[in-house]
């Protein structure tokens, strides 16, 4: 019998030196291990070359991380990206099928970020391609030239819809501060989805799938930097443990994975 639940942690495919590589960020596989209590797995983003069915029968969650590229806009039916847009053809390849395979099959899933973003395309929705150019949305993007610490600090509020997973998460509380450092979000909200969180301009902030059988929760912000500082942070990664612990158990044991209430 396993202690701990294993958690797949998507990567990004690039270039380090004249290597093609495939890597993620370590705060979130600091998240998952120490947040989570789980043991973290890197996905390589191989598209096809592994297949989904395989990956979910290893994994007892999957973590969909944030990134410095963008989903491909040929994806949702975008318009072409603005020159120099840094894309990722074979994350969008295996990250895409395997969020809604994941979800499908009752495998929880924690989408951040750019994973945020994918969760509302597999449902049908769309993208904003440059939020801060979007009447009405404010600019969301961090200044690269801040340290670290100044770029994930609370940089402004949200509110979290009565009754919904995260305001659960939060002790039933109203709003919670967020970090924010993206220049996409959501434009139309996928079919599926149900809202969860929304920023003072209305930018949609997390989403969560209303009839999963598992955790599935999608955040346009960071909750992985020093997630333990953080009182709805570390709630986040703690559910998402507890139900990857699930999966784990019903799995060991040969029964059939638990349903749980998501709204």
Known sequence: MRNKPLIGISADRTTIGSHPSHITGEKYITAIVDGSNALAMLLPALGERQSTQDVLAAVDGLLFTGSYSNVEPRRYGGEPAAPGTLHDAARDATTLPLLRAAIAAGVPVLAICRGFQEMNVVFGGTLHQSVHTTPGLNDHRENSHDSLDVQYAPSHSVSLAQGGLLQRLAHGAHEARVNSLHGQGIGRLGAGLTIEATAPDGLIEAVSVTHARAFALGVQWHPEWKHADDAL????????????????????DGRAVPAVTQN
Request: aromatic residues 10%; glycine residues 4%; contains cysteine.
């Open 233 to 252: 942070c570390a709630a986040i990664f703690r559910a998402f443990g507890d139900a990857c612990r699930d999966r784990m158990r019903a799995r060991d």
